[in-house]
């Protein structure tokens, strides 16, 4: 069991602020000099402007202390944020695709072990995942993605057309791109890592200007709407759509925080370039998460909204339980490899790379 400081005082984390940890070895084990970063984690969180996400504050199996910081065992450490430019590859990509296996008021991520506190959830993935689930409890466990050793639980809020639940239908895209210039520099996400994509009370200008805003939501040949459109459509072939990319760069220390957003960042530009690399402080750069989601519902959208609110109160969270092995194989492949590749990691337009998983979209 991990040992856990008690927190400072106001006073200390003001001090703690301006702090910077240098990690000093290629990977180190949990630490004191690792808890001495979670106080300057902590400082951040609390002078984070608008700031609105729930903090954890209850124990779970993966946080014994609840105080929402769940150390990655090994850290990484002594990583500097790529500045290469490797050669041109459009595409460094695979898909995980997964479709929706429940709805639940729980949130496994905001709110540990407290079963109906949240807004509704549309959860993909693994078909377990509640407001209890664990790194442990996903792990291995039945899944609705279409490679079996994706244990990972997705989930956004529910979307509803009055009183009547909208699921998406069939198998969703969720992509796992490179974030950075230097794809070759992407790694596996490490077990247990836990992330919320954007926030529920965000304002209609914040999801706009959100650096994982893609196109908006969409429908027919309306797009980069910031809420739901007025109409849409009324064709068979017209879905309500949204495209929304993650953060992708880790700090190497946590799997979780109590912001459940202060261990990720987003890219950032390479000084007098058009490059993106890692922030200083987030030097680990891991797969992109972009979320793109089709909901099956068109014509009159006046009634249209979700759990958590009106069309830019979308949000999505996401909770790795790959099995480590498969992982590694698709994001060497097809990320690491400049490729666009399907949940197999084959790409059609370059058959000589081969796949991946075989025809079970398992790793032989």
């Known amino acids: 069991m991990r040992s856990s ?30 808890h001495t970063d ?11 402007l608008g700031h609105t996400m729930a903090v954890s504050t209850q124990a779970s199996g993966d946080d014994p202390d609840g105080d929402g910081y769940i150390p990655a065992v090994p850290q990484v450490t002594g990583v500097t944020p790529s ?32 079963p109906g506190k949240s807004h509704d959830h549309t959860f993909m993935g693994n078909t377990s995942t509640n407001a209890n689930s664990t790194t442990a409890s996903l792990s291995g466990g039945a899944t609705t993605c279409k490679a079996p050793a994706d244990a990972s639980g997705y989930w956004m809020p529910s979307l509803y057309n009055g009183d009547r639940k909208i699921l998406p239908v069939g198998p ?13 520099s992407v790694r596996p996400f490490p077990k247990g890592l836990r992330f919320v994509v954007g926030n529920p009370m965000q304002s209609a ?22 809420d739901f459109p007025a109409g849409c459509p009324s064709r068979a072939d017209v879905q309500l759509n949204i495209r929304f990319q993650a953060p992708s760069c ?11 957003k202060s261990h990720m960042a987003y890219p950032v530009v390479k000084p007098g370039t058009n490059d993106n690399m890692c922030p200083a402080d987030h030097p680990v750069a891991l797969p992109m998460i972009e979320f793109k989601m089709a909901f099956p519902v068109n014509g009159d959208m006046s009634q249209v909204r979700l759990a958590s609110g009106r069309g830019y109160s979308f949000h999505y969270d996401f909770f790795n339980a790959w099995e480590d092995r498969t992982l590694k194989a698709l994001v060497d492949h097809c990320i690491v490899g400049g490729l666009q590749c399907d949940a197999r990691g084959y790409d059609q337009t370059h058959p000589e790379a081969g796949a991946t998983l075989n025809s079970d979209y398992r790793l032989p």
Request: proline residues 7%.
């Open 38 to 48: 979670r106080d300057a984690t902590a400082a951040t969180s609390v002078a984070h």
């Open 5 to 34: 400081p008690r927190r400072l005082p106001a006073l200390l984390l003001g001090t703690a602020l301006v702090a910077t940890v240098l990690g000093v070895g290629t990977i180190a084990s949990a630490t004191t000099e690792a």
């Open 250 to 260: 880790w700090d190497g220390k946590y799997l979780d925080t109590p912001d459940h």
């Open 205 to 226: 200008d914040e999801f706009r200007h959100h650096r994982g805003f893609v196109e908006g939501w969409e429908c027919g040949d309306s797009y980069f709407n910031v």
């Open 83 to 114: 500045t290469a430019t490797p050669p041109t590859r459009y595409f460094h990509e695979f898909q995980a695709n997964c479709s929706v296996t429940h709805t639940a008021p729980d949130d496994p991520i905001v709110y540990p072990g407290q």
């Open 172 to 184: 969703q895209t969720i992509y796992y791109k490179a974030g950075v210039t230097d794809y070759t």
